[in-house]
């Protein structure tokens, strides 16, 4: 499958729908290759703007689905329009509701400690069957590294889920790729807080009025300061188009 990339702000994000983006990922499992997928939202995309090493992993990924409604809003205003928003969240979702049927296995890493346990309960609890085969939080040191890793590579999952914020999981998992020989490596952020409960989705009339952004910032005052990036990405677009 072939599928067209669009150009954001030195950022190369694939134009396709979540059924696209599922049949890619069975694809990816199929070959048994190691493929590295990220979700890139506005903010990604503007700290890509600065962070040379994260620009030049999202650029060498495998596949990278447009994560926020900026992303898809960026594209339509640079004359590519997209058919539609691929959440990070969304599309582990998609693709644990699969897991059980074509017998994926997975492992889930990062969060605070028990949080990955809890998703690993409310995963098993959604989709009956799913064979979640290890769990690792993301707190470690460097001295950590090679055990996690060993881990990994001894469970054999199809698809490792990595939740270590980003640019941190997107920069762990290019630099240990070929390592860790998992088919399908994915950065999925804050999954894991959502799915243990810790953290709350946007309702869902928020999410189709493309207004999570918002309801994030409003439930964790910390992320203000981030969520900042999102007017600047919008000038930064806007003064990009040729």
């Excluded at 447009?66 to 339509?76: K, L, R």
């Excluded at 098993?124 to 990994?152: C, H, L, M």
């Excluded at 952004?213 to 999102?230: D, E, H, N, T, V």
């Amino acid at each position: 499958m072939s599928l067209e990339k669009v150009e954001i702000l030195g950022v190369n994000v694939n134009s396709l729908t979540m059924a696209e983006a599922v049949e890619t990922v069975k694809n990816f499992i199929e070959k048994g290759e190691r493929k590295l997928i990220a979700t890139a939202n506005a903010e990604m995309i503007m700290r890509a703007t600065y962070d040379v090493e994260l620009k030049t992993i999202l650029n060498a990924a495998d596949l990278v689905v447009p994560d926020g409604a900026g992303t898809v809003w960026a594209a339509g205003y640079l004359g590519h329009p997209m058919p539609e928003r691929v959440a990070g969240y969304d599309l582990s979702q998609e693709l644990m509701r699969l897991a059980p049927s074509k017998k994926y296995k997975l492992y889930f890493f990062g969060s605070a400690p028990g949080v990955a346990d809890l998703a690993k309960a409310k995963a098993e609890k959604w989709y009956p069957g799913i064979d979640i085969v290890g769990t690792r939080n993301g707190y470690f040191s460097a001295e950590d590294e090679q055990s996690i890793i060993a881990d990994i590579k001894a469970k054999k999952p199809d698809i490792l889920l990595v939740a270590l914020g980003v640019p941190k999981q997107e920069k762990w998992l290019y630099t240990h790729l070929d390592e860790l020989n998992v088919p399908v490596s994915i950065g999925v952020g804050g999954s894991f807080d959502v799915m243990a409960g810790v953290m709350k989705r946007a309702p869902l009339w928020m999410q189709k009025a493309k207004l999570e952004w918002l309801y994030r910032g409003l439930k964790q005052p910390s992320r203000i300061g981030r969520l900042m990036a999102l007017p600047k990405f919008v000038f930064k677009v806007m003064g990009s188009k040729k």
